[in-house]
């Protein structure tokens, strides 16, 4: 018998195949100078098109279940599935030299078409069952079987977030008696065939693994999905989630939202907007260079090494602020009327003109636009022992601009406390990135993030 999801599932299949299908049929009729007359090869090629399109939806998990899992993702997801019916179906082309015979012009607006309609109209549609979800729409039921505390924060979650459309039906809380495994025993063997639940959660910490086990095993005669959300309330983690690995599943402790197709874009939007930018500023870039030489001599630039990705070592790029300086090893952060610092250097600090080298690092790939800030070498290796899980950080590439300094957590550090704060944004920012976070982000660089009163 089928579920309502499968129904789903074979409904959104329908859809992007009558999108790509509809698409290309109508830039086929409306294109001038096409001559598709009495021709079998248009059609054939754009029904092709239209059923690869799902078959390869299908493969890179499309058609799962996107309740309460990002827009960004699954149209990154849809992104990919279209990028791989364009390869097949240009391979396809290829072995059978037919591409002679198609207007290239019409396969391009096609392709392009696709994409970006069927972007639109996916995300309208996610937007939609949002909306009805938060209405009290096309919700699942949920039983809770935990601490009581534990069932109070799930409770708290789904009350803050009701567009993803779960809704609690039962609760057992476990006291840690006897009655509460007879409890469900007799749950399980009443909802074999007739339940008022949909799903049921499980949150234990992960010390009462084997009672999750327990619970597991009462619960395998119903027909329903079982989550167990573990209680790591006592670890600090970036996102975390479930991996298969050597055909063993692993909890992923620190996972980050940016990897796989995120990570490509990520780069794309940092490769684009990066060269846009270096362009755009590469006057007042030689213009401050020219300033700089003129008063301070050479050189222009200072250069530095800082930790970036994965804790490796780049140099970043300014412009030089301060007069040439004995330094003793450690870095001495500039200070209120700070001596070393030339009037073209304090002008330069408190636009963040002198960061704007720093595009050169991002044209690398060995910075991103957004992300957390790099700090100096010896500032890392003395927080990495004072702020718990401090090192995460540099599971993303740092950043020209980021959350914390748009939040005005910016310039110098003055004690721990300074910095706890400065990185519990940053980690904020790994655990809920997306392209409209940076994009946010970058908006407000331009309103509040240039201006620095820091020294």
């Known amino acids: ?122 995300a309208a549609l996610y937007r939609y069952l949002r909306y009805l979800r938060a209405t009290g729409h096309n919700l699942k039921r949920v039983l809770l079987i935990g601490p009581a505390t534990n069932i109070r924060r799930l409770e708290e979650r789904l009350a803050q977030m009701p567009y993803v ?8 809380t476990d006291d840690g008696s006897e009655a509460m495994c007879a409890a469900i025993k007799a749950l399980a063997q009443e909802s074999v065939f007739r339940r ?22 009462e619960l395998v005669a119903v027909p329903a999905s079982v989550r167990y959300f573990p209680d790591l309330s006592d670890v600090r983690l970036l996102n975390h989630r479930m991996a298969q690995v050597a ?48 008063q301070m001599g050479s050189p222009v630039l200072f250069k530095q090494y800082r930790h970036g990705l994965d804790g490796k070592q780049f140099r970043i790029y300014k412009f030089r602020t301060m007069r040439h300086h004995e330094t003793h090893g450690t870095t001495q952060q500039a200070q209120f009327a700070d001596p070393r610092v030339t009037p073209l250097g304090a002008f330069l600090r408190r636009t963040s003109l002198d960061e704007l080298p720093q595009l050169y690092n991002v044209l690398q790939g060995r910075m991103s636009l957004v992300g957390p800030r790099p700090h100096a070498m ?5 927080f990495k022992d004072e702020i718990e899980a401090y090192m995460q950080r540099h599971r993303v590439k740092p950043g020209m601009t980021g959350w914390a300094q748009v939040n005005g957590l ?31 982000i970058l908006a407000m660089t331009i309103t509040r993030g240039f201006i620095n009163q820091q020294p």
């Open 196 to 217: 008022d639940f949909d799903e049921v959660w499980l949150s234990y910490p992960l010390a009462e693994g084997e009672k999750v086990r327990e619970l597991a095993g």
């Open 1 to 122: 018998m089928s579920t309502s999801s499968d129904w789903l599932r074979r409904g959104m299949r329908t859809f992007d195949a009558a999108i790509a299908l509809a698409v290309a049929w109508a830039l086929m009729t409306w294109l001038p100078h096409l001559d598709h007359t009495d021709s079998t090869e248009y059609p054939l090629l754009i029904v092709t098109g239209s059923l690869l399109l799902p078959a390869c939806g299908e493969l890179l998990g499309l058609y799962q279940p996107w309740r309460g899992r990002s827009l960004y993702t699954m149209l990154g997801v849809y992104a990919l599935s279209w990028l791989a019916t364009i390869v097949l179906l240009s391979l396809l082309l290829v072995a059978t030299q037919s591409t002679q015979t198609f207007s290239r012009l019409w396969m391009g607006t096609s392709a392009l078409s696709v994409l970006l309609i069927g972007s639109l109209l996916r």
């Open 247 to 294: 055909g063993m599943y692993s909890l992923d402790l620190n996972y980050s939202p940016l990897n796989g197709p995120m990570r490509f874009i990520k780069a794309a939007e940092d490769r684009l907007l990066g060269v846009a930018l270096f362009l755009l500023f590469l006057p007042v870039m030689l213009v401050i260079a020219g300033l700089v030489r003129w």
């Open 165 to 172: 459309g779960y809704s609690v039906a039962q609760r057992l």
């Open 378 to 382: 010896d500032q890392n290796d003395h």
């Open 410 to 440: 910016r310039g110098i550090t003055m004690d721990t406390r300074d910095m706890h704060k400065r990185v519990e944004y940053d980690f904020y920012y790994i655990d809920n990135w997306s392209l409209g976070l940076d994009l946010k």
